[in-house]
C-alpha cells in the first residue's frame, strides 16, 4: 500500500512538473512579466527589447515555450565589413533562466560572424531551430541566406545554411511556420520587386519547391509576413492608396473557399504616418507584435483581440 501511495505521489509530482514546464506562458513570469497591453498597442519591454542604445529591425521571435526570446537591433557597436555602413544589424536575446531573465546578450551562433549583417529570427514550431537571415557566412547562396542554428545538449550549433530551394542567388527573408507543416516567405522581393509571397511545404526540417501565393491584385506585401499557425489570416506590409503613411500592416482572412480575401488596414491604432512592418504574432496566440519607425525603430505589441475583431466585422459584412 505504501508503495502504491509513494508511486502515486511521485506521478502527481512529475505531472505538475511537467504541467508547470508546458504552461509557462500563463504565468506571471512570461514577456519579462510585463503587463499584458490590450486594444492600444505598446512599446514592448522597454530597456529590454526596445532600447534606446539600439535600433530594433525586424521580428520578435518568442519560443513556443515562452522562455526565450529573440530579436535584431541595429548597432554601431559592431562594426559591419562594409566599411560604407556605420551599423550592423545583429541578433539579441533573453532567456529564462534559474528565476529569472537573463541579461540582452548578442545570440551564441553568431558570435563569429559579427561583423556581418545577422537578422530576423524565426523559431521552427517545435522551438528546435531557429533561424535567421545573414550576409556574408562563408558558404551562402547569394547576398543574403536564409540559416539555421540546431539546439544541442549544449547550446546552439554554428550556422547552417537552408539550401535551396528557400535560398536563392538574390536573397531572402526568414519563414513564418504553421502547424500542419507549411512556411511562409516574402521570398526576395528586396531585390526584385514584382516577388509574390511563398508556400513551402516543411518536413524533417526540409522545404519543397514552392507554391505562389495568391493575395489581392491591388496589394503587393513587402519585407517578412506572418501566417496564423492554423493558415486562417496573413499579416504583411504595403504601401496602398488607404494607407496612413509609408507602410502599413494590413490583414486578410481565409475566405470560406480557402483563398486569401480582401486585405484590411490595421487602422490607426496600429499604423500612422510612420512606417510599421515585420508583423508576428506569440506562440499563445494573444499578442500581436510589430515594428515601428520612431526615433528608436521600437517593436511595439497589442492584444490580438485587434484581429479577432476585425475578423468580426468582416463576418458580419
Known sequence: MRKLIFLLLIGIICLSCSQAEKNFLETKDAYFSLTPPGLIPEVFAPNIVSDSTWAEHCQVAVSPKGDEIYWSAWSSKYPPADTSMKNSEQIYFSEFKNGAWSKPAIADFIKDHLTCLNGGPSF??????????????????????????????????????????????????????????????????????????????????KFSQPDTVIIHPDFRPVFAIYVAPNESFLLFSARHKDGFGSLDIYVCFKTKDDKWGTPINMGEKVNTDKIERFPTVSPDGKYFFFMRHTPGQDIFWVSTDIINNLKKQTEGK
Open 124 to 205: 521552427s514550431p517545435d522551438g528546435n531551430r531557429l533561424y535567421f537571415y545573414s550576409t556574408g557566412i562563408e558558404g551562402g547562396f547569394g547576398n543574403k541566406d536564409v540559416w539555421y542554428a540546431e539546439r544541442t545538449d549544449n547550446g546552439w550549433s554554428k550556422p547552417i545554411n537552408a539550401g535551396a530551394p528557400l535560398n536563392t542567388p538574390d536573397g531572402d527573408w526568414t519563414p513564418s511556420f504553421t502547424k500542419d507543416g507549411y512556411a511562409y516567405h516574402m521570398g526576395n522581393y528586396y531585390y526584385n520587386r514584382n516577388e509574390k509571397p511563398l508556400k513551402f511545404k516543411y518536413s524533417n526540417g
